[in-house]
């Protein structure tokens, strides 16, 4: 994970991640030549793809130490 994330810039809402997450990996996906999302400098931390999956990932780590799941 981009350890840029750890300083957790991202402003969006879960709801607004999850969406913005799937929506970047169906065009990925679902393109002919794929759209591979670039990095950015500087960092965009509600708009570049490898930030918002480790945001993701980081919330979802939370949620599951606060549950006791993983």
């Keep these: 994970m981009n350890t840029i994330v750890t300083f957790r810039k991202c402003t969006l809402t879960d709801e ?9 990996t ?3 996906y679902m ?4 759209n591979i999302p ?3 400098i500087p960092a965009r931390p509600n708009e570049d793809y490898d930030l918002l999956i480790g945001e993701l990932l980081i919330r979802f780590k939370e ?3 606060l549950h006791g799941n993983i």
């Design 16 to 24: 607004e991640l999850i969406k913005k997450v799937d929506r970047l």
């Design 38 to 40: 670039s990095q950015s």
């Design 26 to 28: 169906d065009e990925m």
């Design 63 to 65: 949620l599951s130490d």
């Design 31 to 34: 393109q002919e030549n794929g």
